[in-house]
């Protein structure tokens, strides 16, 4: 008489992500930093490979666009100044936008210009749009040199609140990681974004005080204004180097709006990264 074995059932291991929001690991990112320095070296390298001039574009973009905006905007159409030359006025507000037009920009297509990445090994998903707005302080310091030296054509030289500049600079660099998180995290699954990204700066431009002061606004416009924070950094940047007249508070509701922009842009980038490499 024979029996029939029955073997037991291979277990089945489901795998699903978490259904709530994981914190960020800040320690996990600090043992990834050799890697957060390498992303920032490469970007740096591949941006310059192969151009004939290299790392001279740091400096003929803002020289030329403070030329062209010096021309029109303040010989021709005869915009304001704040009382100091026009071609220092523009190339001071030209400095920290460039800055951060360029960390939103290469923050957004972080996903998916590193999808390999994403695919084969695990990484920190952070550390991808940090290493994108660091990369562009770089060319940031290069072209602050050239506007250093052209002060004194001008008879101008940084003043005493240039200590402040630093504070600038991270302020800047805050505000593009912090839209940047959003933005990166939509474009992994709609990659309009990227093509609507550079749209986007460019009307941020115009809506930011680069060629013109925030002098010529109407009081009613002041609090609606202080909610673009690139509008206190570049007052902030002209006080510092040529004093003009500090930003005043409502710098302090600009770093407000950019606080909660970033906890909530790390709060969605955080729960949707888990899909990132099965969509990219």
Same mark, same amino acid.
């Given at each position: *008489? $024979?029996?029939?074995?029955?073997? !037991?059932?291979?277990?089945?291991?489901?795998?699903?992500?978490?259904?709530?929001?994981?914190?960020?690991?800040? @320690? +996990?990112?600090?043992?990834?930093?050799?890697?957060?320095?390498?992303?920032?070296? @490469?970007?740096?390298?591949?941006?310059?490979?192969?151009?004939?001039?290299?790392?001279?574009?740091?400096?003929?973009?803002?020289?030329?666009?403070?030329?062209?905006?010096?021309?029109?905007?303040?010989?021709?159409?005869?915009?304001?100044?704040? %009382?100091?030359?026009?071609?220092?006025?523009?190339?001071?507000?030209?400095?920290?936008?460039?800055?951060?037009? !360029?960390?939103?920009?290469?923050?957004?297509? $972080? *996903?998916?210009?590193?999808?390999?990445?994403?695919?084969? /090994?695990?990484?920190?998903?952070?550390?991808?749009?940090?290493?994108?707005?660091?990369?562009? /302080?770089?060319?940031?310091?290069?072209?602050?040199?050239?506007?250093?030296?052209?002060?004194?054509?001008?008879?101008?030289?940084?003043?005493?609140?240039?200590?402040?500049?630093?504070?600038?600079?991270?302020?800047?660099?805050?505000?593009?990681?912090?839209? %940047?998180?959003?933005?990166?995290?939509?474009?992994?699954?709609?990659?309009?974004?990227?093509?609507?990204? &550079?749209?986007?700066?460019?009307? %941020?431009?115009?809506? $930011?005080?680069?060629?013109?002061?925030?002098?010529?606004?109407?009081?009613?416009?002041?609090?609606?204004?202080?909610?673009?924070? *690139?509008?206190?950094?570049? !007052?902030?940047?002209?006080?510092?180097?040529?004093?003009?007249?500090? &930003?005043?508070?409502?710098?302090?509701?600009?770093? %407000?709006?950019?606080?909660?922009?970033?906890?909530?842009?790390?709060?969605?980038? @955080?729960?949707? +990264?888990?899909?990132?490499?099965?969509?990219?």
């Amino acid at each position: *008489m $024979s029996e029939t074995i029955t073997k !037991d059932p291979v277990p089945t291991i489901i795998i699903e992500p978490p259904k709530r929001w994981v914190p960020v690991n800040w @320690r +996990e990112i600090w043992e990834y930093r050799e890697l957060l320095y390498f992303f920032v070296w @490469r970007d740096l390298k591949v941006r310059y490979k192969q151009t004939a001039i290299g790392v001279s574009w740091v400096v003929i973009k803002p020289f030329f666009s403070m030329v062209v905006f010096t021309l029109f905007f303040g010989n021709v159409l005869k915009v304001p100044s704040d %009382g100091v030359p026009y071609a220092l006025f523009s190339f001071a507000g030209i400095l920290p936008w460039n800055l951060f037009a !360029d960390g939103l920009g290469r923050s957004t297509g $972080s *996903m998916l210009e590193n999808a390999g990445i994403l695919t084969k /090994v695990y990484i920190p998903r952070l550390i991808l749009p940090i290493a994108s707005v660091i990369s562009p /302080v770089v060319d940031f310091f290069v072209a602050l040199v050239i506007f250093i030296l052209i002060m004194p054509l001008f008879h101008y030289v940084p003043t005493v609140n240039v200590v402040a500049v630093p504070l600038f600079i991270a302020f800047t660099v805050f505000t593009a990681l912090s839209l %940047g998180l959003w933005l990166a995290s939509f474009a992994v699954k709609y990659r309009d974004i990227i093509h609507a990204v &550079p749209f986007l700066i460019q009307i %941020g431009f115009f809506v $930011s005080p680069v060629i013109y002061p925030v002098t010529i606004l109407p009081p009613s416009m002041k609090f609606l204004y202080s909610l673009n924070p *690139m509008a206190g950094i570049i !007052d902030g940047f002209r006080w510092a180097f040529l004093g003009t007249a500090a &930003p005043g508070p409502s710098i302090f509701i600009s770093l %407000g709006v950019v606080i909660v922009m970033f906890i909530s842009g790390l709060f969605f980038f @955080r729960s949707v +990264e888990q899909y990132f490499a099965d969509i990219v």
